[in-house]
């Protein structure tokens, strides 16, 4: 049945592209149609358009709309993020339960353990669908079973990169060195730190465990209390004159920081230049309006997400 093989080459055009994408543009609009859509002329369009985007290796590009219209240049240009589907997937981990940004293995920050915008958390969510989703019975028991075994590595690999403050566990960053685990840095403004941000989507990905276990329980109440110790009040974002500024508001509701210093904890901000600064006024408007640095990321998490896991554990 078309709808099967078309559905997973969906999901696999879409698990690393930008997380707008991921919210349910591009690729994953069309991954809730109904069965009847996928023989009709409009899904053969679109899974045309899908495969003149991957690459060589068999993989696709990141923060790229596969869907809209057909890839206008060289294929043998495309850097796929995971090459080959589901197998590729499966062979690009890590021993370590790890995901680099993309295949082939880059010298630079690529080749880094990626959580940066919801990578591996993504990629481990596909792999879980995989195997408990009906829709994927048309794949090999094995292969099944093989997504499954993936993704327990991966949970596994989460726990051992959790950064540990005084022996206790609190958040994570954005990428972790692909051998020792540990925090890494990225681009020159992207500073090994505690991320406010990815953090919440790995949190949630280890609630979404049925059953989880007292090292589990205890990662995620780290985490939690790190969010809590970390929100920011008393102020809120606003765009005056096409720039972001910061303005005092007591009432304002709860805010974190994406980058958060591995020493002190406090809030950090920093450019191309790789120093860190204290405050968003102290970085220049191109990097203070291009990046997402102020976000509600875990108001949901706190007010909703851990009380319903909490009732839910404590059973």
Same mark, same amino acid.
């Given at each position: 049945?078309m709808?099967r093989p078309?559905?997973?080459?969906?999901?696999?055009?879409?698990?690393l592209s930008?997380p707008?994408l991921?919210?349910?543009g /591009?690729?994953?609009?069309?991954?809730?149609?109904?069965?009847?859509?996928?023989a009709?002329?409009?899904?053969?369009?679109i899974?045309?358009t899908i495969? =003149?985007y991957? =690459? #060589?290796y068999?993989?696709?590009?990141?923060n790229?709309?596969?869907? #809209?219209?057909?890839?206008?240049g060289?294929?043998?240009?495309?850097?796929p993020?995971?090459?080959?589907?589901?197998?590729?997937?499966l062979?690009a981990?890590y021993?370590?339960?790890? @995901?680099? *940004?993309?295949i082939p293995?880059?010298?630079?920050?690529?080749?880094?353990?990626t959580?940066?915008? /919801?990578?591996?958390v993504?990629?481990?969510e596909?792999?879980?669908e995989?195997?408990?989703?009906p829709?994927y019975t048309f794949?090999?028991e094995?292969?099944?079973?093989a997504?499954?075994?993936?993704f327990?590595?991966?949970v596994?690999?989460i726990?051992?990169?959790?950064?540990?403050?005084?022996?206790?566990?609190t958040?994570?960053?954005? *990428?972790?060195?692909e051998v020792?685990?540990?925090?890494a840095?990225?681009?020159a403004c992207?500073?090994?730190s505690?991320?406010?941000?990815e953090s919440v989507?790995?949190?949630?990905?280890l609630?979404?465990?049925e059953?989880?276990?007292?090292?589990? +329980?205890?990662?995620?109440?780290?985490?939690i209390a @790190?969010?809590?110790?970390? $929100? +920011?009040?008393?102020?809120?974002? #606003?765009?005056?004159? /096409?720039?972001?500024i910061?303005v005092?508001? %007591?009432?304002?509701?709860?805010?974190?920081v994406r980058?958060?210093?591995?020493?002190?904890?406090k %809030?950090?901000?920093? $450019?191309?230049?790789?120093? %860190?600064?204290?405050?968003?006024?102290?970085?220049?408007h191109?990097r203070? !309006?291009?990046? =997402?640095w102020?976000? !509600?990321?875990?108001? =949901?998490?706190?007010?909703?997400?851990y009380p319903?896991?909490?009732?839910?554990?404590?059973?």
């Amino acid at each position: 049945m078309m709808s099967r093989p078309l559905r997973l080459l969906l999901a696999a055009s879409f698990i690393l592209s930008t997380p707008l994408l991921a919210a349910g543009g /591009g690729a994953a609009a069309y991954l809730k149609k109904p069965d009847a859509w996928f023989a009709t002329p409009e899904a053969k369009k679109i899974a045309a358009t899908i495969l =003149s985007y991957q =690459s #060589d290796y068999g993989g696709w590009p990141k923060n790229t709309d596969t869907v #809209d219209k057909p890839y206008p240049g060289d294929r043998k240009e495309l850097h796929p993020t995971f090459a080959k589907g589901l197998d590729y997937i499966l062979k690009a981990q890590y021993p370590n339960g790890g @995901w680099p *940004q993309y295949i082939p293995l880059s010298k630079q920050y690529h080749r880094h353990i990626t959580f940066n915008d /919801g990578a591996m958390v993504r990629v481990m969510e596909f792999l879980r669908e995989v195997h408990d989703c009906p829709v994927y019975t048309f794949l090999p028991e094995a292969d099944r079973k093989a997504s499954i075994a993936a993704f327990t590595q991966g949970v596994d690999c989460i726990l051992k990169c959790q950064i540990l403050v005084d022996g206790k566990p609190t958040v994570w960053c954005a *990428q972790h060195d692909e051998v020792t685990l540990k925090p890494a840095n990225a681009r020159a403004c992207e500073l090994a730190s505690f991320t406010g941000s990815e953090s919440v989507g790995i949190t949630r990905l280890l609630m979404s465990l049925e059953k989880p276990g007292p090292e589990i +329980i205890k990662a995620i109440e780290g985490a939690i209390a @790190w969010f809590q110790f970390s $929100e +920011i009040t008393g102020i809120r974002i #606003d765009t005056k004159d /096409g720039d972001k500024i910061v303005v005092p508001d %007591p009432k304002a509701p709860a805010l974190w920081v994406r980058f958060y210093d591995l020493k002190t904890g406090k %809030p950090f901000f920093c $450019e191309c230049d790789g120093i %860190p600064k204290p405050k968003l006024a102290d970085i220049g408007h191109e990097r203070r !309006n291009g990046d =997402s640095w102020y976000g !509600n990321y875990a108001a =949901s998490l706190l007010e909703k997400d851990y009380p319903a896991w909490k009732k839910r554990v404590s059973r």
